[in-house]
Every structure is written in C-alpha cells, then in structure tokens.
C-alpha cells in the first residue's frame, strides 16, 4: 500500500484566481478577497453578525461573488476566527486557528513589530515576536483569553449602552486627559458594577469610557501577558483597537509606563506613543493571515465548494444540534395553560379617585441599580399606584419623575388631591433621597423585600427576590428572618442578563416569556457566570438553537443561579417549603415557570409540595416594604418629615464631583460627589450632600471631621478588633536576648574565617521578607529568629501593607492568576526590591515556602500549609527573573526554603541550610535561635489570646455580640479583607478571629470546659482541641482551625460567625458546607464574604454589611427578650 | 406577622411593641428555642461499614481512570470474589451534578467524579430502584490521599455530594496508597489480598501500556478504526485472563511428598506462597504467553509511519491527563482529529513518584527520627539502631522504586517495546528544581516543570500541552514558573490549557494556535529528513511496500537524537536501509 503521505501533490484542477480570507469572529465576519497572482486586495468587507455567523457568511459569500466574482473553481477559501472552525467545512475552506493566521499577517506586512494586541468583541490576544539570539528563528509566544470575555470588546458594548453613548460618539471619546477613576477590568460583569456606582456619583460617562479603556489595558497587560514584556513596536489589531481612539489612548499611555519601569531602549527617534500604533487594516490582519497561510498550502485545500451546504445547514440548523438537548419549559399546551391559570399575575388596575376626592397615602420609593420604583399605598395598605422608570443615571432626577408620575395619577387623571402622610425608601440610592426629600425611613433592601412579603403572605419560609442586578434569597422561621444570602460581587445570571439577551434578539423582555414558552426544546445552558453563559449562546446559535428555545433555556438557568450559585442550597427542603417570588425579573412567566419546576423537582422525592407563590406586585415589592415602613411609623404617632409633592417638583440640583470635590482627610484622597440640593425658590431649602465612600468624607469641615473621628475612636475603644490588633502587632521586633555564639578571634581555616567575616556582618545585613501569607501568622517566629542571631530588627524590612495602589503598580510580572492573596506577594516583591530597596539597599529577600504548620489541634491527620501558599515563593521568583534577573541585578539574595515547622529539627536543619552561607551560622547557635524564635511566637499569639479573652469575658459579661471572623492569618491583611471587619467594628461590635480566639489549655480550661465539656463527657470527642467529630480528612492546618473556630464560635452565647474566604481557595472549598452547618446547627448567625479577590465591590458590600448589621440588631433584642421573659 | 424592629441607626420605641406582643414572643421563643440556645451541635455523618456478609449481595462502582484501566480493575476485583461495575466516563453532565451537589468552587476533577457517581445513581433510580435499595446494594470504591490539595479531602466532599443529592446512606470504601485498605468494620467487605494487591499491579501497567500503545499507533493506521478494534480485543483478552487465572496456592502446586510435609510447617508454607504468588503474577508463563498474544493482535493493524505527525506530549493533573472525555475537554481525540501524535502519562509515573517522594522525605529527615531521636554522641548502640532503622526503610523503598521501574518496563517489552519506560523520576525532579522545588508536595508542580523541560531538551515530542483542571493548586502554580521555563528554552512550544468544564471550544482554539507552530515544526523536521536521506518519496514508498515488517506498529523505529517525529525518523532509517547502511530490525518476539 502508498504511504498517503507521500503521495504525489495534487494540482488544482482549475485555474485559481482569486484567494479568499473569511474571519468569522465572535461578533463581526471580516473577509478580504485577492487577487491570486500579485496579492492585490480587490475586495473587502467587515459587518456585524449579531450572533448570526452562519447567515452572515452567506451574505458575505452572495456579495462576494456578485461583486468581486468568486465562484467554485476559480478561489480558495481560508476561514479563521473563532466562529469559523465549524463554517469552513461547509463551503470547502480550509480552517486556520486565528491566532496562527494574525501572526501570519504581521511578519509579512509588519515585520518590525514585536507585540501584537488583538482585541476582539469576546476575545483577547497577545502574541510576542521572540527571537532566538543563538538559533535566530524568531518565535512566537501567544495567549488568549480562554474562558472569560472580560476585557474584551464585549465589554465596551454593554458599557457603551449602559452610558447612553451614541454610536457615532464613541470612536473619538478620548482617554489621554481625561480623568481616570478605578474600574475592575478583570469581568465584565464587575467592570459594570463599578461603573454603575460611578455614573450614580454622577460622573460624565466620557470619564467612564476612558476609565473602562485604562481598566482593560491594565486587565491585559497583568494577566495576558503572562509577565511578559510586551516589546516595540506594538501592533494594535482588532476592532476596539481600530475604532476607538481611546482604547488606543489607553495603550499608548500604559505600555511606556512598563517600558520605563523595566528599562526597555527604545528604537532612537522614536516617541513611544509612535512605537504603539494601529495599522490601517488593523480589522483585517486575520482574514489576511489566512490568506498568507493558504499561499503556503498546496494542492486542493481550501477550494470554494460553494454556497449549498451552507444554505442546507441554514435551512435546517437543527441538525447539529446536540442530542442531548432538553424539552422546553412545557410538556404540552394542557400544562402551559394549568400554569398560566396558577401564577399569571392579575393585572394590576391603579384606584379610580373622584374628582375632589382627598386621597390620603403613603408612598414607598425604591431607588434601584437598574431602575427606580414608587408604589402609592393607602392607609390600610392597598396598592394605589405605580410608577416606574429605568434608571436614568441620577437617582434625584429619576424620583422627581416616578413621584410626579404618582402625583399625576392621582391629581391630573382623576382631579384627586393627594395628601402624602408618610414616605419610606430602599434601594441603592436610599439614603441620598432620605436626605433629599425627607423621607421618614430608609430602608435597607432586604429588610423592604421581607416587610412587603410579610405583609401579602402568612408565613412565608423563602423569599426570593430577583432583580436586575441582586438576588437576594431571604429565609424566614415563623415570621422572622433567620437567614439571608445575598449575590456576592457577581450579578451572574440576573434579571437585567436575561432582558439584555432577550433585547439582543429583538425581543423586547415584556415578550420573554411568550418567545420562551413556543419552545418546543432547548439547549441546556451550564449555570453562574453570565460571560460564559454568553459564549454558551454564542456556541448554540451556531449549533442552529433559535432565539426562542435560548431564552427557554437560559430560563432554566435562573434557578439554578438562585439556588445553587448564591444560595449554595442544593438541598433545597432545608431552606423551607413556602417559597415567595418577587423582585421584577418574577414578572417573567418563563423565569416564574423554571423556578417552580426546579423547586418541585428539589422536593419530589420528598413527598412534599412546595408552596411557591409569586408576589402579587413583584416589581414594587421593596418599594411597598418601605412604604409600609412609613406606614408603620406614621401608626407610631411620627409625622412625616416628607418634603411634600409640591417641593419634590421644585427640586433643583447641581452635581460636582472634581478636584476640589476631592477629600483630604485621609491619604486615601478619594474622590467625592458633592450634590448641591435646593428646595424652593430660595436658599433656605438648599442643602450639600455629600457622596464619599467613608464616613471622614461625608463632611466638608476639619471640625466635624474630628467630632467623626472622636466618634470612631470611642467606638473602636469600646469594641477592640483582634484581626486588627494582629495585623499590626506581628510584624513588631521582638528583642530577644541573643542566640549567637561568641566570634573567634582567629581562624585557621578558610571556612573559619569564612565564618567569622559572614557572622561580622550580621548587624549589617538587611533582610526584606514580603507582607504576605502564612507571614501574618509567623513573622514574630522569623523575627526572633534574626534578631537573636544578630540581625539587628530595624534591619528586618517588611514591604508596605497591601493597598490596591499597591497591587496596581507590582502586580503586572505575573502570569497566573490565583487567589488574590498568592497573586499579592507579586507586588510585595515589587515594593521590596523598587521601594525598599531603592531606599536602603537589600542584602537578602527571604521569603520561606511554607510546607507544613504548626497546630494547638489535637488528634487531626496533618497540618498541610496550602500548596499554592506554599510555592507561590517559587512563582514569585520566575516573575522577577525570567526576562532579566532583577535579583542578581541588585545583588540580592533569594532565600526561600522549604519549611516544616511542624518538625522543630528538621525545621532547625532547614533554616541552617538556608542561612548558614549567608550569616556563617553554626549548628548550635541557630538551635538556640530556633527555641528563641518558637518561643517568640508562642508569647505573641498567647498575648492575642489573652487580650481576646478579656474581651470574650466583658462581652459575656454585657451580654454583648461579637463577631469571630473565620478566615486564614492572611485575612488579617486589612487589603485583603477590604478592612470588613474594621467596619463592623465601628458598627459597634468586637472583633476576633480564628487565631486569636482562647484556647490556652490551662488558662482557658473554665472557658474550653463550658463550650466542649459535655462533648467530651459524652464521648463525642477526646479533647476540647478536638475536631473529628465534625471534620475527618483533616489535612490542611489552617481548615483544621476554621472549623475549629466555628465550633468555638457555635458554642459561645455572645458570638456570631463572618467567614471569610478567597476566591480560588482550594482549601476552603471543600469546608464550606462543615462551617456553615456548624454554626448554623446551633442557632449562631453566620454570613459569609466568599471569592474575595482584589475586587472591592462596594455597593454589595454596604448592602452585606448593613442587612447583618440589622439581623444581627433583631438576632441580639431576641435574645435580651427571651432572657426577659425567660423565667427566672 | 410582621417584622416590628427599626432598621439600623434608628431609635424606636420597640420596648413598647414589644411588652404588647410579649406572648406571642413567648411562644415564638419556645417553638424555636435554638435560636436563642447554642444546643443543636452539627456531627458529621456516621459511616457505615460494609462488611463481608453483605459482600454477595452489593455491588461495588468504581471509575476515573479509561476505561482500558477499568475493565482491568473489574477483572480483578471479579477474580476476587466480588461484584462490580465500572461508572462510565464522566463527561459534562456529570459536572453539572457535582457542581450542583458539591460545594462550591471546587477543582474540576471533583465535580466530575462526585458528578459522575451521582449521575449512576440517579440512572438506577430511573430504572426503578428506590433510594434505599440503591444504598443497600451499592458501595463506591475510590483512591484516598492525605493531601495536600483537595484531593485529601475528596472523601469529605463525595459524603457531602451524596448526601446533598439524597443519598445519606451511601457508603465509600477507600483505598489508600499508604494505608492499603481503609474500611470502617472488623470484618470488611473489601478485604484485599496478596492476589488482590498484585492484580492492582498487573492491572495498572497493562491499563498504562495499552492506553499508551493504542494513542502512538491509531494516527498512523491504514484502516481507520483497526487500532480501537485491536485494542479492544486484546483488553477483553487479557481481562479474561486476569479474571480467570488460577492463583497461586503451594499445597496444591507442590508435589505430593513436599506438600505433606508443608502442611505442618505453617510459617514456611505462608513464605513459600507469598514468593510463589509474586512469582507467579509477575513472571508466569500464561501471563508472558497472554502479553504475547495481545501483541500479535495488535501488530495485525497495518500502519503508515510515514505520516507527518507533529507529536503532542502530555502532562499536568493527574486526572486531567488521564481522563478521556469532556473532562479535558476531549482533548486527546481532538489533537488526533487535527493530525497529532499524542504521547499521553502514565499512572505508573504517578506511582513512580509517589515512592520517589516518601525515600526523599524520609532522606531530608535522616538523623532528626528514629526509636532513639535524642541519642548523644556516645550512645553508639542507639545510634546504630536509629541508622539500622533509617537504612532498612530506606532500601525498602528504593527497592521498590526499582522493582517498579523495572516492571513498567517488562510489560512495555512484552507488549511490543513501542511505549517508552518510566522515567527518571531523579531526572525530572533535577530538571524541575531550579524551577519549582521538587520537594514541594502536590506533585503535579514540579512534575509538569520536568517533563515540559525534559521531553523538549530531549527533542521527544513538537509540543507540550499541559492539561490542569480549573482550581488545581499545584499545577496552576507551576504555570507560574513555566513562564519563566519557556523563556529559557527558546524551542519550546508549551501551552497550559485549564480544563473548566466550559469554554470547550475556546481550549480547542488555543490548542490549535499552539499546534499550528508543532506542525510547522514537525513539517521542517521530516523535509530536513527526507533531504538527509537523499531518497525520493517514491524511493521510500516502494521500499517500505516490499517490506511488510515496516508496517507494522511494532517495527523498532530507530530515533534520532533531537528528531521527535516519527515519520523523520522512519524515513532516516529507510533512506539507511536502501543504501544498505543498516538491516531490517527484528519485530518483537520474532526470531
């Protein structure tokens, strides 16, 4: 038999005129056609698919061969882009991967270019022009955005509609003098809540845009790069590159910055900014590539078959469909019309009034993220009216009009006068129009959505209100809330995703669920992120899925989101069996259909059918709780502070939010929004309210200023917090008595002497050790260690504490992205060798990798650190040596042992491994230094402890709550834990967290003996130190601890329970369910900050902070009563 | 009811409203007493054993290798005695149910398995077995470990699955590599003998060497599928063998006039049996005479080495590397259907080294442990029991190191000599220190750095394609150095790809992007070849169809040194055997 592979080259059989380069990306289909012989661009064309790739290649093909005269057999086709894989087969073109075809395109047409950046609408890449200086083959290395489309052209669309620019605008926005604000680049959906918080500052959506450019240049270069250099001259491809002047901008202004800090030469009279540039067919260079690469392939490949199976296939797009598809939301008419008759809402009719008529009422106003509501409500509590309007950017502007729109129900339809006796708000902008228009309550939003169900229903068990932009999942035990889960930083799935995806079909969301309910199937969607729900539907549309089956599905996703991305509840019997359904996007019978299918299935083995109602006005449900609120306090005897109808009409406002608006009160210097409000004609309405992201900065004067900070202090004082006091008291020197063996005079060997120079050396020689990781539990350890060996402590540097300054300006080396406490020590070591070292030179950097810890547990299976804490010393070295070894650069020393500090002897040998070429240690010295440094470390977490124990006791003593943040040493880092706890501190209650909790055997015997005695009494455990009886693979040390403390913290009648926990954290995950169930078991409130990352996102932290701060408020007057009542 | 308290920051008069409901509170209170009293303390879920009455009656799933693997873990498991199923593999559904069962943000590989399982369970249910039976008469039988990533706490995390999908009652029976068999009864259900123990062994090197073999031959075969059948065939072969075989016992197999007197000399007889049934496993003559056929089978597939391949190593996670679906993204089939060699890792490397790791450890601590740790200077006794102790562990596990290496090796020679030994696992944890230290546990670090440095200085394959699954602490972090790797070997094409359990067609985009470059690489390669062998296409191809032993998959290609492809390297020794500077080699087991 012929070898295949060597069988002779075929011919084209015809005569090939033309070449033909398609690049069917995720958003736009790009195609140049060429003339075969000369390579002259005869026809070219990019167009929008808005998700129809396969319809939009026909039309490409139908001109093309109209216009430019392809035709089978005179043209071959080369397709790329990352919908073009499944394409190509259909017409005879051969596929080319677009990243190969990119780079193609540049070495022919830009051989001077070192660095591409392609942007496209869900995709990023970067690819580098490297060459071999000893082979001289230039290679290249390439990355792409794999799963996550943040950073990407996506982006920019959704933000661009969210800031109402036009179309037409966007390209000349500018980014180069215009005001840069933080804005998360790493996701889309992040990126939009922070912008969302900035257009309600009030900031000018050019500043927006621009911020947005500088968050996705910075999203690229820290993580798309993967460390790496990206070097003139610098090519940027792809549409946001080629369009928009201010994404150019932005890369023109950060790259250089790289330059400058890593000390690139750049080409002599050249301006950097003139080194990154835009190529005329920037659009094209993949549809070009593939071309460059089919004149490399010979014989047939890529000879144009023709339109058919590509007609065929969009005839009949269901034939690729995956068969593992499912049914649509209804089985069959009969059930769709059963559901319909249960849970179509009633039409909501508004009250008819008299002419005349005085009509008294109580107005509820929701100031939402997505949109504003306002519900009229009669003294006995019947909806009067409603009035809604999408937010429009001012949360003034958007009341003034849903209020009118109230008032004109009443007064101008029906000639009615309506006498307002009280108003309550909720909502995101709450306070701001409690102070505005003298509204009587501001109502947290949880608490809004809890009243306005209490209200409808007789006790219901789960309230799920979903929104645009939060689900909240609030859970009830007879008529009080017990429980509640909030979406953390991420909207994934929301309301406003499925009406965006709808509106993206053309459908308007009023029609979602109509288009869903014709779905005969419907693909089957994975659930919790919404950029890869998008890449899924994407992928679908391309499989021939129409847009009414998507919706269907992505109706399906809902629940799940709800449930088990936010809720995490797959059991769902435990949460309760009477669900009530509100929040706007409950309007959507698809999402209504999906989430009582889901919960009966949760249920079925059971036995037991859910209760699952839909509130009757779903989309006011927290402005009727706030108007209840109002209600409540006007039945109270209260008169309403209300501003009144008239007025609100005269509302004249002016926003400022610039330099001057700046606050100087802190060395944060963060920017605020000064909203200067005037009531009336005259100046006696006017008020100033301030928007600032603390309390410092909520004032305009030096002497407030200091009456908030005495107010602080006291407070602080009153309520001491552990994780604080830990994060500063462990980096303190320790002065222990010395551990060094007396020099010799003489030596009469060459590694004596050796010896005695390095051990002189010692008070000289300064060591920098990075502010990271298992450090926030060691340093005292570490310290002692040094200093008993001659180090003197001021020579012991730290890097500076974790800001996110910080981590902007040292984090760009890497080239993973792991948790953001790993990720951090990055920019540690960059502030180390740039800052501290620039200061005063560094002789060493020691930077231990932590294999194993040390416990006070007993009976558990191992003390395991965590591998990624563990070689993050190693990841943090390649950063900083891969492209030039920035350490041998300065003559520091890298010192980064393996440690076992479980093994004190092996430890021992370890560190005398490490040290002893650099401090010319002996063995017996560094023993005793060892002792010294274990002994250290004992005193300063038994003086944590001690000073936790006193607090434990004054809280017991006050019957007071406390909160024991159940999170690693590491959390203790106030940029890590966004300074939460500090919050709650102020917010009046004390701190205390897993390490720092008593649990000396003999000093807090009493202690341990009331919390686990009965425990180990009943045989349950052996010790009071114990956790075998909630935890058996107890492996890592710092998971050991955690649940640990939480049974400590289940136990003690004076704690509740914050945890706290990265994202990515791997040793975290598998514990969650145990430390949940731990302490909710017994009663103990517990809420949770989990995916912590670098991410700060404000708006749903405030909503955290302030709905626990409520519960527990209810939580501790539930226990004063029933201590009250309880009998004697 | 209505909440009746004030939001935060405000004072109300809630005494007020308070002392007017104070009997409702009371019997609120009352109906809820632990909201207010710490009582109710969580346990975690009593295990329940399985023991060996119930052994006839229950069935034990097993899964997470391929299935080439499984149906040798079924063979043996059958051979003793017990009944099992192999789960099928995990693919995307399965992933939804972990994720849906599983705590949140786990690795992938655990949403994948746990899934998986639960997937069979609920396919049982469909078919009508209720909850209960299906806890009565199924048992899961998985791999433990004692970290230090998540795969340590696995245990804790399928029990949480199961019971979260409403099996409470389901039982684990774990097998740990140090521990041998964990089973929570006196008298276990899994109980795992001698002939257990050495099946496992067998299993795993056949599982490995088959698995490797039919990736190196399917891309060359001429008749497309021949390969699958050949393997096929020979896995049924060779499980029936492993299931059948008649074990070792020494009263039955010794002569008449040495059994007598065996019977009474029991100690002796114990040692006589455990020699002959290692013996007897390892080196039997069915066994041999089983390998062999399996070989023959396969060499019946007829293969074209001149196929321009560009080779694809693989490394990573263990279980991303390993697993043949959507849990790495179907990666394996995918770079077959876009023209690569995959050379994908063995389990038996894992094994390698785990025993590398524990002689290391043991090492780093010589002189610190010991029955006498505090021995002073003179006590020479002591020291000499403390050394004694430390060398006997130590040749132990060196001896174990080199017994496995050394039968690896065997079955790879048996089965045609085509799949390469285990590696040094000395040499990649040189190869990885500068890097990624090779003590640092969670071995898919350091192991990723050795391989990606090793096969590329090797000139062994085009490209490296590290497969991690999403969350993977080890391997992510070894990323974070291989940047740095790829920087000092500027031939090197390596791509990390995270498996997630999304994003499919993404991987498969940047695999193409880096595969594009291994093409072009191995493409240069074999034109550099055909030039070095001075022969024309035409030349080669009718010698090699003269020749039949050259199409074979078993032919002995000789490799270059710094050539990875395997058509370079076959038209090299062609060219050489037309020019007669070299014979026809000798297929395996031919004489």
């Known amino acids: 038999m012929m070898p295949a592979n060597l069988q002779p080259g075929g011919q084209p059989s015809s005569k090939i005129h033309f070449l033909v380069g398609v690049d069917v990306g995720s958003t736009t289909v790009k195609a140049v056609v060429v003339a075969a012989e000369d390579g002259r661009i005869l026809w070219r064309e990019y167009r929008r698919h808005d998700t129809r790739q396969a319809g939009m290649l026909r039309e490409f093909l139908l001109r093309m061969e109209s216009e430019a005269g392809i035709a089978p057999g005179n043209c071959r086709i080369f397709v790329t882009g990352s919908g073009g894989h499944a394409l190509a087969a259909l017409i005879g073109a051969r596929f080319v991967q677009e990243v190969n075809a990119v780079a193609l395109a540049v070495e022919k047409l830009h051989p001077e270019a070192q660095s591409v950046i392609e942007l496209g609408g869900q995709d990023a890449k970067i690819i580098l022009f490297k060459t071999d ?35 037409s605008d966007l390209p000349e926005l500018a980014y180069r003098g215009v005001r840069i604000h933080p804005v998360a680049g790493k996701c889309g959906v992040f990126a939009e809540t922070d912008i969302n918080g900035l257009q309600k500052q009030g900031l000018p959506p050019a500043e927006l845009m621009a911020s947005l450019y500088d968050a996705i240049a910075l999203q690229n270069l820290t993580v798309l790069t993967r460390g790496h250099t990206l070097l003139p001259h610098v090519l940027l491809l792809g549409g946001p590159n080629a369009f928009l002047r201010g994404m150019r901008e932005a890369w023109q202004h950060n790259i250089p910055l790289l330059w400058k800090e890593r000390g690139i030469e750049l080409p002599p009279g050249h301006a950097a900014e003139d080194l990154i540039q835009a190529p005329p067919d920037a659009l094209y260079f993949a549809a070009l590539g593939a071309i460059e690469f089919g004149r490399g392939e010979a014989g047939e490949s890529g000879r144009y078959l023709g339109r058919e199976p590509l007609e065929r296939f969009l005839e009949d797009g269901s034939q690729d469909r995956k ?98 006796l009280g108003l309550g708000t909720t909502g995101y902008a709450k306070e701001i129009l409690q102070q505005v228009l003298g509204a009587d309550a501001a109502l947290v939003e949880t608490v809004a959505h809890t009243e306005s169900a209490l209200h409808y229903f007789a006790d219901p068990q789960v309230i799920v209100d979903v929104g645009g932009q939060d689900i909240k999942l609030i859970l009830l035990r007879s008529g009080r809330v017990r429980d509640f889960r909030l979406n953390a930083q991420c909207s994934a799935g929301n309301g406003y995703f499925l009406q965006s995806t709808a509106e993206g079909f053309g459908i308007p969301v009023e029609r979602y669920a109509e288009s869903a309910f014709a779905a005969k199937s419907m693909p089957s969607f994975g659930y919790g992120c919404a950029v890869f729900l998008q890449s899924d539907i994407v992928n679908y549309q391309r499989q021939g899925w129409q847009a009414a089956e998507i919706l269907a599905g992505l109706a399906t996703v809902l629940p799940r989101n709800v449930f088990l991305h936010v809720a995490k509840a797959p059991n769902l019997t435990a949460l309760g069996s009477r669900f009530i359904l509100q929040g706007g996007t409950q309007k959507n019978l698809a999402a209504v259909k999906a989430q009582v299918d889901f919960l009966r299935a949760g249920f079925r083995s059971t036995g037991i059918e859910p209760e699952i109602e839909v509130h009757p006005h779903c989309g006011e449900a927290g402005a009727i709780g706030a108007g209840f609120e109002a209600m409540r306090l006007w039945r109270l005897g209260r008169a309403t502070s209300f501003i009144g109808m008239d007025a609100v009409s005269r509302i004249r406002y002016t926003t400022t939010c610039s330099e001057e608006t700046r606050c100087r009160f802190c060395k944060n210097a963060c920017l605020r929004t000064f909203l200067d409000v005037q009531i009336g004609g005259d100046e006696t309405g006017s008020q100033r309210i301030i928007i600032a992201g603390c309390e410092k900065g909520a004032v305009n004067d030096i002497a407030s200023v200091r009456g908030i900070q005495a107010h602080l202090d006291a407070a602080r004082a009153a309520n001491p917090n552990l994780v604080e006091r830990a994060a500063s008291e462990v980096w303190r020197p320790r002065h222990p008595e010395s551990a060094a063996a007396p020099l010799p005079a003489r030596a009469w060997s060459a590694a004596g002497r050796r010896r005695i120079a390095l051990a002189g050396q010692r ?18 350890l570490f310290s002692a260690y040094f200093e008993s060996l001659g180090v003197r402590a001021e020579n012991i540097v730290y890097s500076d504490v974790t800001t996110g300054e910080m981590y902007r300006t040292g984090s760009s080396r890497g080239s993973i992205d792991p948790c953001f406490p790993s990720k951090i020590a990055i920019a540690h070591f960059h502030n180390l060798l740039f800052k501290q070292h620039g200061r005063k030179p560094l002789n060493a950097i020691f930077f231990p990798m932590f294999d194993v810890l040390t416990t006070q547990l007993v009976n558990t299976k191992a003390n395991n650190a965590c591998p990624t804490a563990s070689v993050t010393p190693e990841t943090v070295e390649a950063a900083f040596t891969k492209e030039t070894d920035l350490l041998a650069e300065r003559g520091i020393q890298y010192i980064h042992p393996l440690v076992n500090l479980t093994h004190r002897k092996l430890f ?118 114990e956790i075998s009886d ?79 701060d409520y519960f527990l408020k209810r939580y501790q007057e539930d226990r004063m009563s029933f201590k009250a009542l309880s009998p004697p | 009811m209505r909440l009746d308290c004030s939001f935060a920051g405000e004072a109300l008069p809630l005494q007020e409203e308070l002392q007017r409901s104070v009997p409702a509170e009371r019997e609120q209170l009352v109906e809820a007493p632990s909201f207010h009293h710490k009582t109710g303390h969580y346990r975690r879920p009593v295990e329940r054993p399985f023991t060996a009455e119930e052994r006839n009656q229950v069935t034990i799933l097993f899964g997470g290798f391929t299935w080439k693997h499984e149906r040798f873990i079924e063979a043996i498991l059958h051979a003793s005695g017990y009944r099992c199923q192999m789960l099928p593999t995990p693919d995307v559904e399965s992933f939804t149910f972990g994720r849906e069962f599983g705590n949140n943000g786990q690795c992938n590989p655990t949403y994948f398995t746990i899934g998986n399982l639960i997937k069979f369970l609920r396919s049982l249910e469909d078919q009508g077995y209720s909850r209960r039976e299906i806890e009565e008469k199924y048992i899961f039988f998985t791999a433990g470990s004692c970290g230090p990533c998540r795969f340590g706490m696995y245990e804790s995390e399928y029990r949480l699955a199961l019971q979260n999908a409403g099996y409470e009652r389901f039982r684990l029976v774990l097998y740990q590599a140090e521990q041998a068999i964990k089973a929570a009864a006196d008298n276990p259900g899994l109980k795992f003998t001698l002939d257990f123990n050495l099946g ?134 995918f770079l077959e259907s876009e023209g690569a060699q995959v050379h994908i890792d063995s389990i038996g490397g894992w094994i390698s080294y785990l025993l590398r790791q524990s002689r290391i450890s043991m090492e780093a601590k010589k002189g610190l442990d010991g029955p006498y740790p505090e021995a002073r200077g003179w006590e020479l006794g002591k020291r000499l029991t403390n050394a004694w102790k430390y060398r006997r562990k130590w040749s132990l596990l060196r001896l ?82 291989q940047s740095s790797v790829v920087n000092r070997f500027p031939e090197m094409i390596f791509l990390p790809v995270e498996t997630s359990g999304e994003g499919e067609i993404n991987a498969h985009s940047r695999v193409q992007m880096a595969l594009g470059e291994a093409r072009v690489k191995a493409r240069a390669e074999f034109d550099a070849a055909l030039i070095a062998s001075g022969k024309s296409p035409e030349e080669i191809r009718e010698y090699v169809a003269r020749h039949r032993q050259l199409r074979s998959p078993f032919y002995p290609i000789p490799r270059r040194r710094g050539i990875a492809g395997q058509a370079a390297n076959f038209v090299l020794h062609v060219g050489n055997l037309i020019d007669g500077r070299t014979s026809l080699a000798r297929l395996p087991g031919k004489r």
């Open chain 2, 200 to 333: 496992a062994l067998n299993m795993l090197n056949l599982g490995d060497v088959i698995n490797d073999l039919s990736y190196r031959i399917r891309p060359f075969e001429t008749v497309p599928g021949s390969t699958d059948r050949a393997i096929e065939d020979v896995v049924n072969r060779l499980s029936h063998f492993l299931e059948t075989r008649r074990k070792f016992e020494i009263l039955e197999r010794a002569p008449r006039w040495l059994a007598a007197p065996l019977r009474h000399t029991p100690r002796l007889t114990g040692f006589l049996n455990v020699t002959g049934k290692i013996l007897d496993h390892l080196y039997s003559a069915e066994f041999v005479a089983e390998m062999r056929e399996a070989r023959l089978r396969i060499e019946e597939v007829e293969v074209d080495h001149t196929r321009v391949k560009p080779v694809v190593k693989i490394v990573g996670e263990f279980w991303a590397q390993l697993t043949e679906g959507d849990g790495n993204f179907n990666m394996f089939s």
């Open chain 1, 908 to 1025: 021992a040998r370890q560190m005398l491994q490490a040290w002893e070429p650099v401090l010319g240690l002996g063995k017996e010295e560094n023993d005793r230094a060892i002792a010294i440094g274990f002994r250290e470390q004992e005193r300063f977490e038994s003086s944590l402890r001690r000073q936790a124990r006193e607090v434990l006791d004054q809280l017991e003593k006050e019957d007071r709550l406390g909160i024991v943040m159940l999170g690693r040493p590491y959390h203790h880092d106030p940029g890590i834990n966004h300074e939460i706890m500090a919050h709650f501190q102020k917010l009046g209650y004390p701190i205390f967290s897993q390490s720092t909790l008593p649990m000396d055997p003999d000093l807090d015997a009493d202690l341990l003996e009331r919390l686990f005695g009965e425990d180990i009494r009943s045989g349950v455990i052996d010790h009071a130190l």
């Open chain 2, 400 to 481: 174990s190191e080199v017994l496995w290496s050394y039968l690896y090796a065997r079955t790879a020679r048996h089965l045609g000599g085509i799949t390469p030994r285990l590696l040094s696992q000395r040499e990649l944890a040189r190869l990885a220190h500068p890097f990624y230290h090779s003590q640092a546990r969670g071995g898919e670090g350091h192991l990723e750095v050795g391989k990606n440095v090793y096969y590329t200085t090797q000139g062994l394959c085009h490209m490296v394609l590290a497969l991690k699954p999403f969350g993977c602490m080890p391997s992510s972090q070894s990323d974070g150095v």
């Open chain 1, 763 to 780: 008070s000289q020689l300064r060591i920098g050790i990075p502010r990271v990781l298992s450090m926030y539990a060691y340093a005292p």
């Open chain 1, 133 to 167: 200086i000893s082979s001289g083959r230039r290679r290249k290395i390439a990355s792409m955005n794999d799963k996550c489309a943040g950073g990407t052209g996506a982006v920019i669309d959704k933000i661009q509609a969210k800031l109402n620019i036009p179309a």
């Open chain 1, 323 to 420: 068969i593992a598809s499912k049914p649509g939301l209804c089985a069959s008419p009969d059930e769709l019309q059963a559901f319909k008759v249960r849970y179509q809402p009633a039409p909501f009719i508004p009250a008819a009034f008299q002419r005349g008529q005085r009509v008294e009422a109580f107005i509820g106003l929701d100031g939402g993220s997505t949109s504003t509501k306002a519900v009229l409500l009669s003294p006995d509590g019947e909806v009067l009216a409603k009035a809604y309007r999408l937010s429009g950017g001012n949360p003034i502007a958007d009341s003034m009009e849903v209020l009118g729109d109230l008032r004109r129900q009443v007064e101008v339809d029906s000639g009615a006068n309506l006498q307002i």
């Open chain 1, 1030 to 1108: 909630v935890w058996k693979t107890a492996f890592s040390a710092s998971s050991n601890h955690k649940l640990w403390a939480a049974k400590f913290t289940a136990r003690h009648p004076n704690l509740v329970a914050v945890e706290f926990s990265s994202f990515k954290c791997g040793h975290d995950a598998p514990i969650y369910s145990a430390i949940e169930q731990i302490v909710e078991r017994s009663g103990t409130p517990f809420f949770s900050f989990r995916d912590m990352d670098e991410n700060c996102p404000a708006h749903s932290i405030r909503l955290r902070f302030e709905t626990i």
